[in-house]
Structures are given as structure tokens and as C-alpha cells.
């Protein structure tokens, strides 16, 4: 085949204010991180970035586990890990499915050839304890797992109680955090979550490529009581285990200038301080609520039940979805997100996450919108700039 190098030119993708389910915006600090020269991954400087990307993991996840990595794959990667050192052929799993990311947990449950226990919940609401209570009594699942920001409705799933039913049951709880983790409380010990995964594009606002896991001391006990060796040659716990811990034994090439980012990321969190990144998180969602809500349009979830960094807005009578979206990318240069599933056409998914969240964007996007919808003849209101202000001036 002959190519001509003339037909393709540099990459130049244009500025994108990424306001949609991830990715973030990722600052220029992490951009240039990632630019520093790639070494070999068992040099003695890498192996000290890798331990100081552990450490900062654990204090974003909140925990001691001294089993905390990044594995090397998307937040899909950090799903798939979970469960495959998990179950078992015939094991019983609890899932509960309110959105798209709980069916793909459901899906991967059945791939490995686990009993499958759904509990079903309405998509754009929490899933009731209770509901949960009453599907696995009488059932012995060895996982129960659920999704704490479920990013295809921006419905926040309290976890406490559920993390009790779970451990009654003598079920491990796997919680997906690939959206919350960065940008709300996840507390993974002081719940007593055992396996937590996340993703790092969403509130880390690092590119995507890596998933960020955590498994307790049960879960490590549930590991090493295995009948049968993992499926998944590649994200097998009990390896990644031995790269990532005092032997260094290899196991794959880990994605240096990826850690690197990953690392820089992770810094930029701990400078800004937890409870200061989720008050800033919580204040530029109610601002942002305020502006759609005063033009007049409707949040899809339950005020008490929404996710600070991903606001589902229902889209207004007879406006085209497809239309808006593609100007607010050409006219604006702002991304956002369509519904998945049954929500599609229904709801526009807007994020706040990470470098993202902020008053600039905010402002931006509801002026950018009041000017779409106002130019489709959509009867909207006026005074979203000032109801969003208000909320800012509030602090
Ligand atoms: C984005 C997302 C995933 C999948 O992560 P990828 O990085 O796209 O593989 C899983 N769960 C939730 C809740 C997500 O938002």
C-alpha cells in the first residue's frame, strides 16, 4: 500500500469546553507531565512514581488498603477486574440496575457465568434499600454491587445502608465509583466498601486509560480462596498484585507517561484538599441547577438524589436534541452529553467534573443554551445569569 505522509497532518483538535459524562478537560499541568520522557518501567525513578501514585490513590479512595492500583485500561477495565477476581462459575451476584452502567455490570456478570440477581430500580431514581433487603434475602450472594454515580441518568446512590445489607448477606460490596470518585465523598473504609473502581477522565480530569481500584482485606481473602484461576490472564489481581507490590515482578509494561499523568493529576487534587474539591463541585451544580431552572426547564432526578457533577436536564418540548448539541460543539465549543437507553432524546447530560467544574463554564453554558433555545423558538424564561449568580453570591 503506498501512503502519501502529505494527506495526513498534524493533530490539531481545536479548544473543547468538555461539559458532557467525561472526559473532563484536563489541565495543562497534566498535559505536561505526561510529556516528560518515557523510561523503563522498572527503573528505581519510575518505581518511586509508582509508589507515590499509590499513596495518592489511597488518600483520594479514602482507605489503607495497601492493595490500590491503577489498572492499566478504561473504567470499563477497572469493572471487568472486579469482577472477574471475584466470581466464580455458578456464584451467586447481586447487582442493582437503574441505568445503563448497572445493566453492563449485569452483562459482565453473566459472561463469567455467575447466577445473576437483579434488583431492578427505576432509571433517574436512587434504588431503595429496602428493594434491595427483600431481593437477596433467602440468596447467598457472594457480591452485591452497585453504581454510586450513575452518569447515563446523574442519579447520586447512597451507599451506607446498602454497604449493611451487603455484609449481612456475607456478600462482598463492589461499588463502581468511575464518575464519584474526585468529585464527592466516597469514603471506601469508613463505609466498608471491598472493591472500588473508578476511571480517570470523570473528576480526576486526567486522560482516559487508566482505572484507579481498590480492594480490601475481604476481598483479597476472596481472591486467595479461589477454586479456579482467574479468566482474564491480564487483569488478574494476584499478578498486578506482585507488579505493584514489594517484588516488582513483571507482569505487563505499565503505561509510564500514563502514571505520569495519572501522578500529576492525583497532586493537583490533594493541593485543592478533598472537602474543598466536593464544596466546589456541590456549588457550581446549584448554580447551574438554578440557571436551568429558571429558564424554565426541568431537572430529570429528585433534588436530594442528583449528582453534583453530572446534571440530567429534560429537554423541552418539541426542541430538536440532535441540533442543539451540534451547536453548542460548533458555535460554542462546548460538549455535552445526548440520553442512553430509553432517556434518549430525552435528556441532555451535562457535566461538571474535575478541572471542569467551574463559574466560567457554568455561565458559559447557560448563555450558550438561553441563545440555542431562544434561536429555536422554545419558550424558555428569562433571568438564568442572575438566578445562577445569586448562588454564588450566596458563599
Ligand atoms: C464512564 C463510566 C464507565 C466506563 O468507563 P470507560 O472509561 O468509558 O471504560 C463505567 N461506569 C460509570 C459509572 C461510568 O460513568
Not at 459482565?108 to 434491595?132: C, H, K, M, S, T
Not at 471491598?194 to 483479597?220: E, M, R
Not at 494476584?238 to 505499565?254: C, D, I, P
Given at each position: 500500500?503506498?501512503?502519501?505522509?502529505?494527506?495526513?497532518?498534524?493533530?490539531?483538535?481545536?479548544?473543547?469546553?468538555?461539559?458532557?459524562?467525561?472526559?473532563?478537560?484536563?489541565?495543562?499541568?497534566?498535559?505536561?507531565?505526561?510529556?516528560?520522557?518515557?523510561?523503563?518501567?522498572?527503573?528505581?525513578?519510575?518505581?518511586?512514581?509508582?509508589?507515590?501514585?499509590?499513596?495518592?490513590?489511597?488518600?483520594?479512595?479514602?482507605?489503607?488498603?495497601?492493595?490500590?492500583?491503577?489498572?492499566?485500561?478504561?473504567?470499563s477495565?477497572?469493572m471487568e477486574?472486579s469482577f472477574v477476581?471475584?466470581v466464580?462459575?455458578?456464584?451467586?451476584v447481586?447487582v442493582?440496575?437503574?441505568?445503563?452502567?448497572?445493566?453492563r455490570m449485569a452483562d459482565i456478570v453473566r459472561r463469567l457465568?455467575g447466577?445473576?440477581?437483579?434488583?431492578?430500580?427505576?432509571?433517574?431514581?436512587?434504588?431503595?434499600?429496602?428493594?434491595?433487603?427483600?431481593?437477596?434475602?433467602?440468596?447467598?450472594?457472594?457480591?452485591?454491587?452497585?453504581?454510586?454515580?450513575?452518569?447515563?441518568?446523574?442519579?447520586?446512590?447512597?451507599?451506607?445502608?446498602?454497604?449493611?445489607?451487603?455484609?449481612?448477606?456475607?456478600?462482598?460490596?463492589?461499588?463502581?465509583?468511575?464518575?464519584?470518585?474526585?468529585?464527592?465523598?466516597?469514603?471506601?473504609?469508613?463505609?466498608?466498601?471491598?472493591?472500588?473502581?473508578?476511571?480517570?477522565?470523570?473528576?480526576?480530569?486526567?486522560?482516559?486509560?487508566?482505572?484507579?481500584?481498590?480492594?480490601?482485606?475481604?476481598?483479597?481473602?476472596?481472591?486467595?480462596?479461589?477454586?479456579?484461576?482467574?479468566?482474564?490472564?491480564?487483569?488478574?489481581?494476584?499478578?498486578?498484585?506482585?507488579?505493584?507490590?514489594?517484588?516488582?515482578?513483571?507482569?505487563?509494561?505499565?503505561?509510564?507517561?500514563?502514571?505520569?499523568?495519572?501522578?500529576?493529576?492525583?497532586?493537583?487534587?490533594?493541593?485543592?484538599?478533598?472537602?474543598?474539591?466536593?464544596?466546589?463541585?456541590?456549588?457550581?451544580?446549584?448554580?447551574?441547577?438554578?440557571?436551568?431552572?429558571?429558564?424554565?426547564?426541568?431537572?430529570?432526578?429528585?433534588?436530594?438524589?442528583?449528582?453534583?457533577?453530572?446534571?440530567?436536564?429534560?429537554?423541552?418540548?418539541?426542541?430538536?436534541?440532535?441540533?442543539?448539541?451540534?451547536?453548542?460543539?460548533?458555535?460554542?465549543?462546548?460538549?455535552?452529553?445526548?440520553?442512553?437507553?430509553?432517556?434518549?432524546?430525552?435528556?441532555?447530560?451535562?457535566?461538571?467534573?474535575?478541572?471542569?467544574?467551574?463559574?466560567?463554564?457554568?455561565?458559559?453554558?447557560?448563555?450558550?443554551?438561553?441563545?440555542?433555545?431562544?434561536?429555536?423558538?422554545?419558550?424558555?424564561?428569562?433571568?438564568?445569569?442572575?438566578?445562577?449568580?445569586?448562588?454564588?453570591?450566596?458563599?
Amino acid at each position: 500500500m503506498n501512503i502519501n505522509t502529505n494527506d495526513f497532518k498534524d493533530i490539531n483538535p481545536g479548544d473543547r469546553v468538555l461539559m458532557g459524562p467525561g472526559p473532563s478537560n484536563v489541565s495543562a499541568r497534566v498535559l505536561q507531565a505526561m510529556s516528560a520522557p518515557c523510561i523503563g518501567h522498572l527503573d528505581p525513578y519510575f518505581l518511586s512514581v509508582m509508589d507515590e501514585t499509590q499513596l495518592l490513590l489511597k488518600y483520594l479512595f479514602q482507605t489503607e488498603n495497601p492493595f490500590t492500583i491503577p489498572v492499566s485500561g478504561t473504567g470499563s477495565a477497572g469493572m471487568e477486574t472486579s469482577f472477574v477476581n471475584l466470581v466464580e462459575p455458578g456464584a451467586e451476584v447481586a447487582v442493582c440496575i437503574n441505568g445503563v452502567f448497572g445493566l453492563r455490570m449485569a452483562d459482565i456478570v453473566r459472561r463469567l457465568g455467575g447466577q445473576l440477581i437483579r434488583v431492578d430500580g427505576e432509571w433517574g431514581r436512587a434504588i431503595d434499600p429496602e428493594a434491595v433487603r427483600k431481593v437477596v434475602r433467602g440468596k447467598n450472594p457472594k457480591v452485591l454491587a452497585l453504581v454510586h454515580a450513575e452518569t447515563s441518568t446523574g442519579v447520586c446512590q447512597p451507599l451506607e445502608d446498602i454497604a449493611n445489607i451487603a455484609h449481612e448477606a456475607g456478600a462482598l460490596f463492589l461499588v463502581d465509583m468511575v464518575t464519584s470518585l474526585g468529585g464527592i465523598d466516597v469514603a471506601v473504609d469508613r463505609i466498608g466498601i471491598d472493591v472500588a473502581y473508578s476511571g480517570t477522565q470523570k473528576c480526576i480530569s486526567c486522560p482516559p486509560g487508566l482505572a484507579p481500584i481498590t480492594f480490601g482485606p475481604a476481598a483479597i481473602k476472596a481472591l486467595e480462596s479461589r477454586k479456579s484461576p482467574v479468566v482474564s490472564w491480564y487483569l488478574d489481581m494476584s499478578m498486578l498484585r506482585s507488579y505493584w507490590g514489594a517484588e516488582r515482578k513483571y507482569h505487563h509494561t505499565a503505561p509510564i507517561n500514563m502514571i505520569y499523568a495519572l501522578r500529576e493529576a492525583l497532586r493537583i487534587i490533594a493541593e485543592e484538599g478533598l472537602e474543598a474539591r466536593f464544596a466546589r463541585h456541590k456549588l457550581n451544580h446549584r448554580a447551574l441547577v438554578a440557571g436551568i431552572e429558571a429558564m424554565g426547564l426541568a431537572m430529570l432526578v429528585p433534588e436530594s438524589e442528583r449528582l453534583p457533577m453530572l446534571n440530567a436536564v429534560c429537554i423541552p418540548e418539541g426542541v430538536n436534541d440532535m441540533k442543539v448539541r451540534k451547536a453548542l460543539l460548533t458555535d460554542f465549543g462546548i460538549e455535552i452529553g445526548g440520553g442512553l437507553g430509553n432517556l434518549q432524546g430525552k435528556i441532555w447530560r451535562v457535566g461538571l467534573m474535575g478541572h471542569s467544574s467551574s463559574r466560567k463554564n457554568v455561565f458559559l453554558f447557560l448563555s450558550a443554551l438561553e441563545t440555542l433555545l431562544n434561536a429555536e423558538g422554545a419558550k424558555i424564561k428569562t433571568g438564568a445569569l442572575k438566578e445562577a449568580s445569586a448562588v454564588y453570591a450566596e458563599t
